[in-house]
């Protein structure tokens, strides 16, 4: 049995250009040894896009000689080969790769990244040398199954793994990369880029920790120099339209469910849409409430049009009212509570 740490997509230029991402993988590469783990994956994306000077990379692993990188390519960095560096404690795994890390683990399959080939292509290959259901899987792609997840900042797939393919082939476990944010099912997972690239990558960042006897895959966060936040708000002309927006703001904030010490490091981008009577009253709570947090730039009040119509103002209470009574799907692509009162907000007040 073994323990093995897992990230991806850590997106690393120069520390120059991006230190914030050189810290985060050493929080992670800190957090590991600690633990007595020494075998860290970084499924794919290593690298920034035509990032090609791996010299500062090669002298962080050269200062954490005690862990083992092992680098599957992903869409990214797929140029990277063995001979680019010289490292003893780098792997490059330039082809779909076998290995076990213990006698009684299970079986690991690595496939770096091919961008004229879907990963059921790859598997069906190599499906001679696969242990059938004990057998892991790491790589960089979409999976297309029941938790499809685009990539907003890379729209298209790529290298996708069909659900029908983790049903012909049975593996007991598929970590990705590619998809920045964590995701889990019951087979299939994504850790997530362990720092926020921009804006719209929200949230904690997180690591796997697998043991690659039992399967089981721990979350560990990581302790990051920045935490990115992007909230849109609703307002409608109520009759209290200050209490209204800051009974939002305070459950935005609550589910943020931060510590003090990271509400000093997160950064907010605050958009609002709807109808108010008073913008520049709600621009000033907006502000207020937010005070604790680093805007990422000042509060976008473009999408509030001004009303001072009570019959629609009305009307609109009475649809939200309603809106809110209704039971909601968690279905990542049905259109959220908030979504669907902005478009009735629109048809009120024809906007």
């Excluded at 019959?311 to 609109?316: A, E, M, P, R």
Aim: with cysteine; aromatic share 10%; charged share 30%.
């Amino acid at each position: 049995m073994m323990k093995l740490a897992i990230t991806a997509d850590v997106h690393l230029t120069s520390g120059k250009e991006h230190l914030e991402r050189f810290n985060a993988l050493e929080d992670i590469v800190n957090q590991i040894q600690e633990k007595g783990i020494y075998n860290l994956i970084i499924a794919g994306d290593v690298f920034d896009k035509n990032f090609t000077n791996y010299s500062e990379f090669e002298n962080f692993a050269e200062k954490h000689y005690d862990t083992k990188f092992i680098i599957i390519p992903g869409n990214h960095d797929s140029q990277l080969k063995k001979s680019m560096m010289v490292q003893d404690n780098i792997k490059i795994i330039e082809s779909p790769t076998f290995k076990n890390f213990s006698d009684d683990g299970f079986q690991f399959f690595f496939i770096p990244y091919h961008p004229e080939k879907n990963m059921g292509q790859i598997i069906a290959e190599y499906s001679d040398e696969l242990k059938k259901e004990q057998w892991i899987l790491v790589s960089h792609g979409n999976w297309t199954g029941t938790m499809n997840e685009p990539n907003p900042n890379e729209p298209g797939t790529y290298m996708p793994l069909t659900k029908k393919v983790i049903e012909m082939y049975n593996p007991i476990k598929v970590i990705l990369g590619h998809i920045h944010k964590v995701i889990k099912d019951e087979i299939v997972c994504y850790p997530g880029s362990p720092c926020g690239l921009n804006i719209n990558e929200t949230g904690r960042r997180y690591f796997n920790i697998l043991d690659d006897k039992t399967t089981n895959i721990e979350y560990k966060k990581v302790n990051t120099e920045v935490l990115y936040f992007n909230e849109t708000l609703t307002i409608i002309p109520v009759e209290n339209e200050e209490e209204f927006i800051q009974k939002q703001i305070d459950n935005t904030i609550k589910k943020w469910n931060l510590y003090e010490e990271e509400k000093e490091k997160s950064i907010v981008r605050i958009k609002v849409y709807g109808v108010s009577s008073d913008k520049k009253t709600l621009k000033k709570v907006i502000r207020r409430s937010f005070s604790e947090f680093d805007l990422y730039d000042e509060i976008d009040l473009t999408n509030v049009h001004l009303s001072d119509d009570f019959q629609l103002s009305d009307i609109s209470n009475k649809v939200v009212d309603k809106i809110d009574e209704m039971e909601w799907s968690d279905w990542k692509h049905d259109p959220t509570k908030e979504e669907i009162i902005q478009e009735a907000l629109k048809i009120v007040y024809g906007l």
